[in-house]
Nanobody, 119 residues
Framework: VQLVESGGGLVQSGGSLRLSCAAA????????MNWYRQPQGKDREFVAS????????NYADSVKGRFTASRENAKNTLYLQMNSLTPEDTDVYFC?????????????WGQGTQVTVSS
């Protein structure tokens, strides 16, 4: 299983970024995908999830109304559109899939992409 995030960077408060996660090594279109973030020195926290079809999403209260998760199953790619960013959104963002069955079962993570929001 490979998950490769991209799109992070430095942005001013109020700005936007779009993160991408390229997936490989499993049937992307069959799995719920998740975004997490990790503040420095703290545990990873849930940001958003999107169902296998893309028809259902869930968000942490802290990002609801500002972030949008989406996916293109034909491209095996997950996205996170982040708007109205604040310095509190500064974190490393991770793509995640939890595979329950088969020889690829397990909780899989990408390497993360740094998002820095300046005030």
């Amino acid at each position: 299983v490979q998950l490769v995030e991209s799109g992070g960077g430095l942005v001013q408060s109020g700005g936007s970024l779009r993160l991408s996660c390229a997936a490989a090594g499993f049937t992307f279109s069959s799995h719920t995908m998740n975004w997490y973030r990790q503040p420095q020195g703290k545990d990873r926290e849930f940001v958003a999830s999107i169902s296998a079809s893309g028809g259902s999403t869930n968000y942490a209260d802290s990002v609801k109304g500002r972030f949008t998760a989406s996916r293109e199953n034909a491209k095996n790619t997950l996205y996170l559109q982040m708007n109205s960013l604040t310095p509190e959104d500064t974190d490393v963002y991770f793509c995640n899939v939890h595979i329950l069955r088969g020889d690829r079962r397990g909780n899989h993570w990408g390497q993360g992409t740094q998002v820095t929001v300046s005030s």
